[in-house]
């Protein structure tokens, strides 16, 4: 028997499960929202910091905008506050279903994952989202100003933002799933040059503008990040497992949320 417990063996178990996201959900929610309250306020001096670094001056071309902007980004810095207890939550959950993963190794992802996701965060806030705009601002002329939007300058920076967070976990998600044995490193070696396609059409829909430099700017460190996670799945083994039968006390006694 898999020690998977939602193999077909365990059909009761799946709605146990289903049950333990739901409620991961809700209370993901409820801690976002709260500090979305805090990050409301926060939402002005964080436009303003744009503005200084950028220079842009920002319009609203409705009365309701200005207020969306500030709601759009207290909503996103809600949501990066409360990615830490997001992400522990998560992998509660897939510790409870793949019982071999240690408490000790839960934490060792979760960690990776949060610091991962802050320093894609942060790399495009400090490094290339300042770079991607002033690219796009040398396009002005005398003759032509640029009139920005700030509810859409906001969302701009906050799929940016987002976008190079979630990509910066690439090397995490390639460790762990040639940890669990689903990926084979040498496969994906040998198939580098589809990987390069791959990355080129994810940068493409990723990037919130179609022009190669913001494209290349996310797809330079995803390549980047592929190499290092092809060496990660090197150094991480496959890990192996004894096949063994899960009773529910043992589900019982493997729950960390």
């Known amino acids: 028997m898999s020690n998977c417990l939602l193999s077909g063996e365990n059909p009761n178990r799946v709605m146990m499960f289903l049950e333990a996201l739901r409620s991961l959900m809700i209370r993901a929610g409820l801690i976002a929202l709260s500090f979305a309250v805090a990050?409301?306020?926060l939402a002005g001096s964080v436009i303003q910091y744009l503005h200084r670094t950028t220079g842009i001056t920002l319009v609203a071309f409705s009365l309701p905008e200005a207020f969306l902007a500030y709601l759009t980004l207290a909503l996103s810095i809600g949501v990066i506050c409360s990615l830490p207890y997001i992400l522990y939550e998560t992998f509660s959950v897939l510790?409870?279903?793949y019982l071999f993963v240690s408490i000790r190794e839960m934490l060792v992802f979760w960690l990776a994952s949060v610091l991962l996701f802050y320093a894609g965060a942060f790399f495009s806030f400090l490094v290339t989202l300042p770079?991607?705009?002033?690219f796009l601002l040398s396009y002005e002329t005398e003759t032509l100003q640029a009139l920005i939007s700030v509810k859409k300058f906001v969302s701009f920076c906050v799929i940016f933002v987002f976008g190079f967070g979630l990509i910066f976990e690439l090397p995490l998600v390639m460790i762990l799933l040639g940890w669990i044995g689903l990926v084979d490193a040498g496969l994906l070696g040998r198939?580098?040059?589809y990987a390069v396609l791959a990355i080129s059409i994810v940068s493409a829909v990723l990037t919130p503008t179609p022009d190669l430099f913001n494209m290349m700017l996310m797809a330079v460190p995803l390549y980047l990040l592929f190499e290092i996670g092809l060496i990660g799945m090197r150094v991480f083994k496959k890990k192996q497992?004894?096949?063994v039968a899960v009773s529910p006390a043992q589900l019982g006694e493997t729950n960390f949320i």
Do not use: V
């Not at 770079?131 to 002033?134: A, L, T």
């Open 131 to 134: 770079y991607g705009i002033e």
């Open 241 to 243: 497992t004894t096949d």
């Open 95 to 97: 510790a409870r279903i």
């Open 39 to 41: 990050g409301f306020f």
């Open 191 to 193: 198939y580098r040059r």
